[in-house]
């Protein structure tokens, strides 16, 4: 047996409030939609990973979802833009990635990173 898909589930009274973040800011497309459920992703093959951390790195606090982009600065102009705080960052960190911390939403903690 081999899984083939992980999907990440946030419950919401209204999941068309992710289209903004998830769809508009990080061009994710819109995979799926039934009105009580929207699920965002990629055709094009991704990682996927679950991680298990007791802090999420420099001191701060571990992010629920970490998004892998393939330009953390023009993710993070298009954040500010769309009127979404920036929490934490944008960090150089010394594991090799840059990112930054901002809030979904739905109030989820994500981080936002490029590897260096």
């Known amino acids: 047996m081999k899984v083939k898909r992980l999907v990440a589930n946030f419950a919401t009274t209204d999941p068309a409030r992710a289209a903004v973040f998830y769809k508009e800011v990080l061009g994710l ?3 799926m939609d039934h009105g009580w459920i929207q699920t ?3 055709q094009a093959g991704m ?3 679950l991680s298990f951390a007791s802090e999420g790195g420099s001191g701060t606090p571990v992010p629920e979802l970490s998004i892998e982009v393939d ?3 023009t993710a993070l102009d ?4 769309a ?3 920036i929490e934490y960052g944008p960090v150089d960190e010394p594991w090799g990635v840059r990112r930054f ?3 979904d939403p739905f109030g989820k ?3 936002i990173l490029a590897h260096t």
């Open 29 to 31: 497309d819109l995979l």
């Open 40 to 42: 965002y992703g990629s």
């Open 47 to 49: 990682t996927v990973q």
């Open 71 to 73: 330009d953390v600065d």
């Open 78 to 81: 298009r954040m500010k833009a």
């Open 83 to 85: 009127g979404f705080a």
């Open 101 to 103: 911390y901002v809030r």
């Open 109 to 111: 903690l994500v981080n």
